[in-house]
């Protein structure tokens, strides 16, 4: 019982392997490319606990090649030379029996680390398998990231959770000593996050914390057992997602006290300040938008600044912007008008374009019509004159709904100046 219970049971094959059904399922993306043993370098990316690392060694066992591995966290340039040297010794180039290096939360890795292995990635000496928790477009240099495929791991649900549950019961050589019964499971599965990790951890500390049998699993009985959960900050997954959670929903509460001191518990828990940056940024659009454009252009200057000046003074200047935000009104008209016009290109397919508003670069072009008819804006009164612009199969539907703030309101008064019932909501 030395090993936690999720290395204990950790699957070994792909029969064994659960969730991840678009990946690795029948019809899955990267099911036939491990079976044939021909896999290109590639990112897992994903939250913590959904089998990044499980999934590389399963795809090293399938293919049957040599297994090296990583851990960013304390690996520097002289390691990762010093396993290619050892990869290139055990595998042909170019040979669908390459090694492959696995790299744990490659997102850590400087940039000298990164470029340390473009050239045995571009060179065939090894297929690199990097994980990560973090969008790889913006912890992962272009070009690493370029030379790689990029896969999507999605958090458990509750099915896979349970089913995890149950597996280890059956599997786990001490949870088959104990009778366990599972009455409740909300609480268990509400503080796991969806991390397939956590979760066995937390249920083992419950289990091997009782000494009656049968022991009985119940929500009173987690919650009871695992105060401390909510206590730490862990920037390495257990708490990062819930954090970062409470912040930007406190952003677009418009509540500062609370947006600051969420933001303090990251700064505390030596949360990535670039990190922080970007999800700034993200709510000034999605959550202020138009109601306040000048949002967007502080949370930008900001993750700037962030970049510039590193802690501890980045810590004012995020303090500043997500004060600024959460004191801004809202709207999520452009997120929400986005949203829209994705779903009607998911329904209509590749409507033509029209052809007054097609480019007509060629004589063919012009004299099939392309670009007839179309009327220059800035030749009529006020810069505008009345045409349709979307397919004749969707026109006149509407998308943006300006939201309900002073700003927007003098953008939805505009909007019906020049187009009259085709903006009036």
Excluded at 150 to 173: I, S, W
Excluded at 268 to 293: M, Q, T, V, W, Y
């Amino acid at each position: 019982m030395n090993k936690p219970l999720a290395e204990r049971i950790r699957p070994k094959s792909l029969e064994e392997y659960l969730s991840q059904e678009h990946l690795i399922g029948d019809d899955g993306s990267l099911t036939q490319q491990i079976k044939k043993g021909i896999i290109p370098s590639l990112i897992l990316w994903g939250p913590p606990g959904v089998g990044k690392t499980t999934l590389a060694n399963i795809i090293a066992s399938e293919s049957k090649r040599p297994f090296y591995t990583l851990s960013a966290i304390n690996s520097g340039v002289k390691d990762v030379r010093e396993v290619i040297d050892k990869a290139k010794q055990s595998g042909g180039l170019f040979t669908t029996k390459n090694p492959i290096l696995f790299i744990d939360e490659i997102h850590r890795f400087s940039k000298s680390q990164q470029d340390s292995l473009l050239g045995a990635v571009e060179k065939g000496w090894v297929t690199l398998i990097g994980a990560t928790t973090e969008n790889p477009s913006f912890e992962v240099i272009p070009a690493l990231l370029s030379r790689c495929q990029v896969y999507t791991l999605n958090p458990f649900g509750k099915k896979e959770l349970e089913a995890l549950l149950h597996r280890a019961m059956q599997e786990d050589e001490y949870l088959k000593t104990k009778t366990i019964k599972l009455k409740e499971t909300e609480s268990l599965l509400k503080l796991s996050g969806g991390d397939a990790r956590k979760l066995l951890n937390i249920f083992e500390l419950i289990v091997s914390s009782q000494d009656q049998d049968p022991i009985t699993i119940t929500n009173d009985l987690v919650l009871k057992l695992v105060q401390q959960n909510t206590v730490r900050y862990d920037k390495t997954g257990e708490q990062h997602y819930d954090i970062i959670s409470a912040f930007i929903k406190s952003i677009r509460g418009s509540d500062p006290n609370a947006s600051v001191y969420w933001l303090a518990r990251m700064i505390e828990g030596g949360e990535d300040l670039k990190f922080i940056a970007r999800r700034l940024i993200i709510s000034a659009s999605e959550d202020i938008g138009n109601a306040n454009p000048t949002a967007l252009i502080l949370a930008n200057n900001a993750f700037q600044a962030v970049t510039t000046i590193g802690y501890p003074e980045a810590r004012i200047v995020l303090s500043q912007c997500a004060i600024y935000l959460a004191s801004s009104p809202k709207s999520n008209a452009s997120y929400m008008a986005i949203n829209k016009a994705q779903q009607l290109v998911k329904q209509t397919g590749d409507l033509s374009v029209p052809l007054p508003i097609r480019n007509a670069p060629t004589k063919l072009m012009k004299e099939l019509g392309y670009g007839e008819d179309y009327k220059y804006a800035h030749d009529h009164k006020d810069n505008f004159v009345k045409q349709e612009f979307l397919p004749d199969e969707i026109a006149e539907t509407k998308l943006y709904n300006p939201g309900d703030n002073q700003r927007e309101q003098s953008i939805r008064t505009f909007l019906k100046s020049r187009w009259g019932d085709k903006y009036k909501y």
